[in-house]
């Protein structure tokens, strides 16, 4: 790590420098090995492979991606179609960069606590400092008696699975040269690059494996894009690669985990000529999978070997493959999927509610909303998700607050838009401690929102609308078409009209997005 200091003057990026000033920098440590250090051959050297895929298919519901991590003038072609088929335009929060280490042996996860910045001849990409921090004080166990067939071991002692070891960063190629292929990326938009988060991962416990998705679980939102760093092959002949990575491949599209594995044992006992390996990102790949359910379609985009290029040596090769986990899997119906397994307990639901109730109740004791107890950080109640609470005295309403951001605690939320609805709901007066006997509380999960491009996948009763246009946006829960007499049309044009206040047409060139809720 290289620290910046002394810096001076003014500069067009002056609010950048000064970020730079006294941060940690990594600095670019694979420039000139993995890919030249010129900014300027870079960029267009970068650019050219993004361009031939220019007029591939882009999807806006991408979640991860599997890219590989050998030097461009191998592998570049093969990366380019796995970032060329996120659409820039989409707005992430942060990226996670999960590969494996080439160096240390870890027996866990090493995250980059140490960082503020990843340097690259194209410029710095900012960390993510307060989630990579957040990753290694994680401290719940699991006890889930997992017993899988495999030559994963089981190891019981789970505390410590993420950490921070310097020296599983400090050469490490897998993460730095994702990051100028998503410099140039987003620059097509003029959009920096989102903070990343930089993780390591080296173990084959597999109950440490299922942990770190565990942990890592709760981020896999539509926020967020994960970058799984992996070549496949190593050392076989072309003709053996190509049957080895077909059937890799092949797994990988299942979005089994348990079919990868066997699959990667299978290919390892194959008594294939020099063949080292699969997948040498073998853990971070399963670390994806076990966060994958049946909302994800993995679809895969392009396949080369290094006796692909310029007829290299055939007779030891690498292989690359990338691939594009898309959220919404059609579900063989002819429509696309957008329930997800989120669901919530009866215990679940009544802590849900104690909190509430007791977040009106406390703010009428003038106290702050105490913080509820959760026995594990991987309750439901800990998932990042909206939800609305409404407040109900007598059957009729009394106040209705939500929050769709998927950036806080489902306990946190639902505590906060308690008080907000008991005390900030502008159509009514607050609520007293005479009324607090009297109010019913029903509480609005949402599951995570997904862009739609048409009316036509938007289902009445079952989906909630989300419409945004500039400054402006809108929303009627799932449960308002129970209780009025409205085609979806009027649904979507009241919506429209009174709730994000662009007229009742205004909807047809605003930004569309369905949900559901888990009402109680």
């Known amino acids: 790590m290289m620290t910046m200091n002394g810096c001076k003057g003014q500069t067009p990026e002056k609010t950048r420098m000064d970020e730079l000033c006294s941060s940690v920098v990594r600095p670019a440590t694979q420039a000139n090995r993995f890919y030249t250090g010129d900014a300027r ?27 590989p991590h050998a030097g461009y003038y191998f592998s570049g072609n093969v990366a ?66 997992l017993k899988e067939t495999t030559n994963y ?21 897998c993460l730095e040269v994702q990051l100028p292929f998503l410099q140039r990326l987003f620059a097509q ?34 926020e967020n894009l994960f970058v799984i760093s992996s070549d496949f092959s190593h050392y076989p002949s072309y003709e053996d690669a190509c049957k080895v990575d077909a059937m890799t491949g092949k797994a990988i599209e299942t979005g089994d985990v348990k079919e990868f594995i066997a699959t990667i044992n299978a290919n390892a006992r194959s008594g294939k000529r020099n063949l080292a390996t699969s997948a040498c990102g073998e853990f971070a790949i399963i670390t994806l999978m076990l966060m994958l359910d049946k909302q994800y379609e993995v679809k895969h985009l392009m396949y080369q070997n290094s006796g692909d290029i310029d007829n290299h040596d055939h007779s030891r090769v690498v292989g690359y493959h990338s691939f594009a986990i898309l959220r919404n899997r059609n579900n063989g119906s002819g429509q696309t999927r957008t329930d997800t397994d989120f669901s919530l307990s009866a215990e ?34 800990n998932s990042k998700c909206g939800a609305f609470v409404s407040l109900h005295k007598h059957g009729r309403l009394r106040g209705c607050i939500g929050h769709f951001g998927e950036d806080y605690p489902l306990y946190e ?27 019913d509380i029903e509480i609005s999960v949402l599951t995570p929102m997904r862009r739609i491009q048409s009316l036509d996948e938007f289902e009445l009763h079952r989906h909630g609308i989300y419409i945004k246009k500039g400054y402006r946006s809108g929303t009627f829960l799932p449960q308002v078409a129970d209780e009025v ?12 009209q009174d709730k994000a206040g662009l007229g009742w047409d205004g909807w047809r060139d605003a930004e569309l997005y369905v949900y559901e809720a888990i009402v109680f």
């Not at 960029?43 to 031939?52: H, K, P």
């Not at 990843?118 to 004080?137: C, I, M, N, Q, R």
């Not at 109950?207 to 539509?222: C, G, S």
């Open 41 to 67: 051959e870079l960029t267009e050297e970068v650019d050219s492979f993004l361009a031939l895929h220019s007029d591939d298919k882009k999807y806006n519901n991408v979640a991860a991606v599997i890219v």
């Open 80 to 145: 380019a179609a796995a970032y060329m088929a996120i659409d820039p335009k989409k707005q992430y929060k942060r990226i996670f960069l999960l590969g494996p280490s080439h160096h240390e042996w870890l027996d866990g996860a090493s995250v980059n606590t140490e960082a503020d910045w990843y340097a690259t001849p194209l410029g710095s990409v900012k960390v993510d400092h307060e989630t990579a921090k957040a990753l290694t004080t994680t401290d719940c166990t699991d006890d889930t008696d």
């Open 153 to 173: 071991t089981n190891d019981a002692n789970l505390d410590s699975v993420f950490c921070f070891r310097p020296e599983a960063h400090d050469r490490e190629h």
């Open 189 to 222: 938009y003029a959009q920096e690059v989102p903070p990343i988060v930089p993780i390591v991962i080296s173990t084959n416990d597999y109950n440490k494996l299922k942990r770190i998705a565990e942990v890592l679980k709760p981020y896999f939102t539509d």
């Open 348 to 381: 679940d639901k009544k802590m849900l509610k104690d909190i509430a109730f007791n977040s009106i109740r406390d703010s009428l004791d003038g106290k702050p909303i105490a913080q509820p107890i959760v026995n594990c950080q991987f309750s439901i109640i």
């Open 413 to 439: 939320i639902v505590a906060e838009m308690a008080r907000a609805a008991a005390f900030d709901d502008p159509r009514f007066m607050p609520v007293t401690r005479d009324e607090l006997d009297d109010l």
């Open 485 to 496: 007499n409205w085609t979806k049309e009027e649904f979507v044009g009241h919506c429209s």
